[in-house]
């Protein structure tokens, strides 16, 4: 019996969330006493990334690679996983909670006839069997929720775990990639072009989420130069009200119909903190509101408040950070 | 085009939620029950193909009790032009509500099989792949934009820091994200003729889970914070508490 975790590249890179999801791996192995195998699917040329994986608890390293699995080919990498589930008497597998691992943890269970747990943020072992807690309602309750049957799937939020070394021999060992083409009826392409410069808001250390308070999509330059100022881990976020009048992409939203998330710091800028917001980011570690509005809600929840006017502390803000990090 | 839109009924996002008295499910007194939000971009979706095709029709499909009907009306109001209302509760998981809803779709008299992305009760995001699976569809899931055109479909799904370009031929899933469309609003006269719209019952059984929920429970309170100052003047005792209070700068 083994624990496995899939471990996801893209082009050919190890994706910050492939280190968090075999970090939560080994925290389950030592529970359980078994051993974690990563699995790392890819174009040719993967053996450097699959070593890496060692360093983060992976006992053993199973690497398949072909130029078809290059791009998320999701019908393959769906065969070639429950494939390592059987083979390994998997006793649970965990994937990243993004948005590849959202996409084929549940097409691996189906194949399995397995239960899933979207999201987790913990995990943990009770006389033997997997136990996990996951936020539903938007965040607004946590569901603990146990498996009644092996394999136990999981996909695991960004950020729930941190990357932690913890070397094991990490040894790889070839999988065979070759799955039947009848099967493969999807072909899917990255839109290279529209990758953007900042991290994505699940994924980002640090957020600086705009409201209506900002007035218009024109003053988004503000927190541009405040995300700027904190440093390439710093992606922007936006209220439902201000991604429903047009102001920022749906991507950016924080809240119940969007993202829920839980940074290590959050920024929210002219945001009044409305249930459904609130439920998206209650669990970031620190919560820094600016609102001019002593009363708003989301002063209640923030561990820092400046009441006053945005347009005059934002910059402010973004300046005596210049400065700070400046100093080293 | 003949499309079938899988829908559910939850809680509005502007409800408090509030664990009930056995622990391990909500208490729904007072809680107002909407068309899953996501579920609204799928029928939109569906009735924008049908209307683009010219031809065919829209069914919507639910796992679940009475009550559903109240919703599955919603989306006939919207256009939708049948109802089916599988009688059985949804399963905490995704495969056990999978398995009802795929048992019940026919392939063959299907093109297209929409979903809403999630529910935002479970927040699962599951269902829609796994009807995929276990119907032997090609897929794509957080579809922000679709094309159809013949039987070739053309979906843009958001992926961080990007899209990502999946194709497939029909018949095939989707699942709906926010930025796919803009949902009508049911018309009156929608309103009206939903009421004679057919919706058939079929007694389907619950759906069983492969996890149990153990408990639910409310989120730890936050500490009470504190209000560091007022305007731009505060700016500088807010980063020294950032740095070396709370240690996140």
């Not at chain 1, 999981?154 to 932690?164: D, E, I, N, S």
């Amino acid at each position: 019996m083994n624990v496995l975790a899939f471990a996801e590249q893209r082009a050919g890179t190890l994706r910050q969330v492939a280190l968090e999801t075999v970090t939560a791996g080994r925290a389950l192995a030592d529970g359980l006493g078994i051993e974690l195998l990563a699995v790392l699917l890819g174009p040719p040329r993967l053996a450097d990334e699959a070593e890496r994986l060692g360093r983060y608890g992976a006992d053993r390293v199973l690497l398949g690679t072909a130029d078809t699995l290059g791009e998320y080919a999701p019908e393959a990498y769906t065969e070639l996983l429950a494939r390592a589930v059987q083979e390994h008497a998997a006793k649970a597998l965990i994937l990243p909670a993004s948005a590849q691992g959202k996409d084929l943890a549940p097409r691996v269970a189906a194949r399995l006839e397995a239960g899933l747990a979207s999201d987790v943020t913990e995990l943990a072992v009770e006389d033997g069997r997997v136990v996990a807690v996951r936020p539903v309602y938007g965040g607004k309750l946590l569901a603990r929720v146990g498996f009644k049957m092996d394999p136990a799937l999981l996909t695991v939020r960004a950020r729930a775990y941190t990357a932690a070394e913890n070397p094991r021999p990490g040894e790889v060992e070839g999988m065979t990639p070759e799955v039947d083409p009848e099967k493969l009826r999807t072909r899917v392409r990255l839109a290279a072009a529209e990758k953007r410069e900042r991290p994505d808001v699940a994924e980002a250390e640090i957020i600086v989420a705009g409201g209506r308070g900002m007035q218009g999509p024109e003053n988004w330059k503000l927190l541009e130069e405040l995300a700027d100022a904190l440093g390439p881990g710093a992606a922007l976020g936006a209220s439902r009200a201000v991604v429903d009048a047009g102001w920022r992409p749906h991507a950016e939203q924080v809240g119940q119909t969007g993202k829920v998330v839980a940074p290590p710091l959050y920024f929210a800028i002219g945001i009044s903190g409305a249930i459904q917001h609130l439920a998206g980011m209650r669990t970031a570690r620190c919560i820094v509101a600016v609102n001019k509005d002593a009363e708003a809600p989301i002063l209640k929840v923030a561990d820092y408040g400046i009441v006053g006017d945005l347009f005059e502390v934002v910059p402010r803000l973004a300046e005596e950070i210049r400065k700070l990090r400046s100093e080293g | 085009m003949n499309i079938i839109v899988c829908i559910k009924r939850v809680p509005d996002s502007e409800s408090r939620i509030v664990v009930g008295g056995d622990g391990r499910s909500i208490d729904s007194q007072g809680i107002k029950f909407v068309l899953n939000p996501y579920d609204e971009y799928a029928v939109e979706e569906a009735l924008r193909l049908k209307e683009a095709a010219g031809a065919g029709s829209v069914t919507v499909m639910t796992l679940g009790g009475e009550e559903s009907k109240e919703t599955l009306r919603t989306a006939l109001a919207m256009g939708a032009d049948q109802a089916v209302l599988l009688k059985g509760q949804p399963s905490d998981d995704g495969f056990g509500t999978a398995e009802k809803l795929a048992a019940a779709i026919k392939v063959g008299e299907y093109d297209l099989v929409l979903f809403g992305k999630q529910a935002i009760d479970d927040d699962n995001l599951q269902v829609p792949a796994m009807v995929a699976e276990l119907l032997g569809l090609p897929c794509a899931t957080v579809v922000v934009e679709l094309k159809v055109e013949a039987n070739k479909v053309t979906a843009e799904r958001e992926v961080e820091g990007g899209h990502e370009t999946v194709e497939f031929e029909l018949p095939g899933v989707i699942a709906a994200q926010k930025d796919l469309n803009q949902p009508r609003y049911p018309s009156l006269k929608g309103i009206m003729a939903a009421k004679k719209k057919p919706l058939e019952e079929v007694d389907v059984g619950d759906a069983e889970a492969r996890l149990e929920v153990i408990e639910l429970m409310k989120l730890p309170e936050r500490a009470a914070g504190e209000v560091v100052g007022e305007g731009p003047d505060a700016v500088p005792e807010l980063v020294r508490k950032l740095r070396e209070e709370a240690k996140v700068l």
